[in-house]
C-alpha cells in the first residue's frame, strides 16, 4: 500500500547531503511505501500512489524524537514547584520523595499514567520517546518499571543510579551493579547515572556504566545539572554517545565534547522548571559541539511533554535558531538514541512524521504555546 501526502507547504527532510541544516523543500510530496518513506521531492513531480492525503498547505516535519525522559512514576510535586516559584531551589533530594509514591502504586496504575504520558507526547508530535526507569530503585521496582516502559518503546534505561535512597552510596553502587543489573537488564537498551553532588561522584557514575556496558547495555550520563562538575568529561572520556543536561559547562568540557564527538542533549524544560540558567547552546554549536533538545519529562524537575515547548525555548532562550532548534529536536534526538531509522524524511527512514498547522517550521518558536501539531503518523499511519 502506497500514500502520496501531496501539497506540502514545507516539508523538512532532514536530509544531511542537502545545502540547508533542515533539508526544506518547498511545495513538496513525500511518497510512503509501507512504514516507510520511499520519495520526496517537488509536489508537481510526484509518482502515483495508491491512495493520496492532501496537507492542505501545512508544514511536515519528522517526528519529534524525545531521547529523555523519566515517565514511569507516580505522584506529583507541584507543590514543590510553587514552592521553588517562591524562592526555594531546586535540590536532587526531591526525587525521594517520587520514588516512595512510586513503590506504593500498583502495577496498573504505573500503566496507566505512562499511557496517559505517552499518549501526551504523541499529541505534540513526538513520535520516538525514550523512558528511563529510577523512581523504583530496589531490585522489583526498577525491573518493574523496565518491564513497564518496555510495553510502550525499545528506548528503556535503567537509572538505578538515580539517587541514593539511604545510607552510604558506594555500599548502595555495589547494589545498583550486583542483583539491580541483572534484573533490569533484560528490560533495557541503555544505563544511565546522574554523577552530580548530592547523587553520585564520578568514579561511581563510572562503576556503574562500566558494570553496564559488561552486560551489554549502552550507557549515557545525567550531567552538570546543578552545578559544574566531572561528568561531561568523563562522558567525553567514555565516548558515550550522549551526555544529558550540560547546563554548567567550561570550556574544557566544551573542547572534550567536540573531540569526542558526545552529543550534549539539552533539557530547557529543566530550566524553565527550576529557574536556574539555561545552558549555553550558542557556545556548544559554535565550537562544533552536536546538540539534541528532549523533554527530561519528570514530576521534578521538568514536568512537561511538550517537545515544542522545548523547541520554543531553545530559540527563545537559548539562541538557538529555529532551524538548529528543530534539527535538535528530530534528528539530534535520533542520533542522541543511537538510532539512524528515524529523526529524517527521507528514503527508506521510518514514515514518522508530524503535520502542523503552520506553513513552516519556524511557527513552533514564532507562535509558543499555540497547539499546532495537527497530526502526528508513526510508519505511515495516523496515530
Ligand atoms: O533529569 N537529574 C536527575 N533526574 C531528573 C530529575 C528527577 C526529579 O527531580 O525527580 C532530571 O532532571
Ligand atoms: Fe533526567
Not at 44 to 68: E, K, M, N, W
Not at 87 to 103: K, N
Not at 139 to 160: P, Y
Request: aromatic share 4%.
Amino acid at each position: 500500500m502506497s500514500t502520496l501526502i501531496t501539497n506540502i507547504g514545507e516539508l523538512v527532510t532532514n536530509d544531511p547531503d542537502a545545502d540547508d541544516l533542515l533539508g526544506v523543500i518547498e511545495r513538496a510530496a513525500l511518497l510512503i511505501e509501507g512504514t516507510t518513506v520511499a520519495w520526496v521531492g517537488p509536489a508537481d513531480a510526484a509518482p502515483t500512489a495508491d491512495q493520496q492525503v492532501d496537507a492542505g498547505g501545512r508544514a511536515v516535519l519528522p517526528g519529534f524524537v524525545d531521547s529523555h525522559s523519566h515517565l514511569v512514576f507516580a505522584g506529583d510535586r507541584a507543590a514543590e514547584f510553587a514552592a521553588r516559584m517562591a524562592g526555594e531551589s531546586y535540590a536532587a533530594g526531591g526525587i525521594r520523595t517520587t520514588v516512595a509514591a512510586t513503590r506504593a502504586a500498583t502495577d496498573e496504575q504505573l500503566i496507566a499514567h505512562v499511557a496517559r504520558l505517552v499518549q501526551e507526547m504523541r499529541r505534540q508530535g513526538t513520535t520516538t520517546m525514550e523512558i528511563k526507569s529510577g523512581y523504583g530503585l530496589t531490585v522489583v521496582d526498577e525491573a518493574r518499571s523496565l518491564a513497564i516502559a518496555r510495553q510502550f518503546t525499545e528506548e528503556t534505561t535503567f537509572l538505578g543510579a538515580h539517587v541514593v535512597p539511604d545510607g552510604d552510596p558506594d555500599e548502595y553502587v555495589a547494589l545498583v551493579t550486583g542483583p539491580r543489573l541483572e534484573a533490569a537488564a533484560p528490560h533495557a537498551r541503555w544505563i544511565d547515572a546522574f554523577c552530580e553532588t548530592g547523587a553520585f561522584d564520578a568514579d561511581q557514575a563510572r562503576t556503574v556504566l562500566e558494570a553496564g556496558i559488561a552486560v551489554g547495555l549502552r550507557p549515557r550520563l545525567h550531567a552538570n545539572q546543578l552545578g559544574p562538575g566531572p561528568g561531561v568529561r568523563l562522558a567525553a572520556e567514555l565516548g558515550l554517545t550522549a551526555v544529558d543536561h550540560c547546563t554548567y559547562l567550561t570550556d574544557d568540557d566544551i573542547h572534550a565534547l567536540r573531540d569526542s564527538g558526545t552529543i550534549a542533549t539539552l533539557l530547557p524544560g529543566v530550566e524553565f522548571s527550576t529557574r536556574q540558567p539555561y545552558p549555553d547552546a550558542r557556545a556548544l554549536l559554535d565550537a562544533g559541539v552536536s546538540v539534541a533538545l528532549a523533554s527530561d519529562c519528570n514530576p521534578g524537575s521538568s514536568y512537561t511533554s511538550s517537545m515544542p515547548l522545548c523547541v520554543a525555548l531553545a530559540v527563545r532562550e537559548m539562541r538557538m535558531t529555529p532551524a538548529e532548534a528543530v534539527h535538535a529536536a528530530t534528528a539530534g534526538g535520533a542520533a542522541a538514541l543511537d538510532r539512524d531509522d528515524v529523526g529524517a524524511l527521507i528514503p527508506g527512514r521510518r514514515a514518522d512524521l508530524v503535520f502542523l498547522d503552520a506553513p513552516t517550521h519556524v511557527h513552533l518558536a514564532y507562535r509558543p504555546g499555540v497547539p499546532l501539531v495537527a497530526q502526528a503518523w508513526i510508519e505511515g499511519r495516523p496515530v
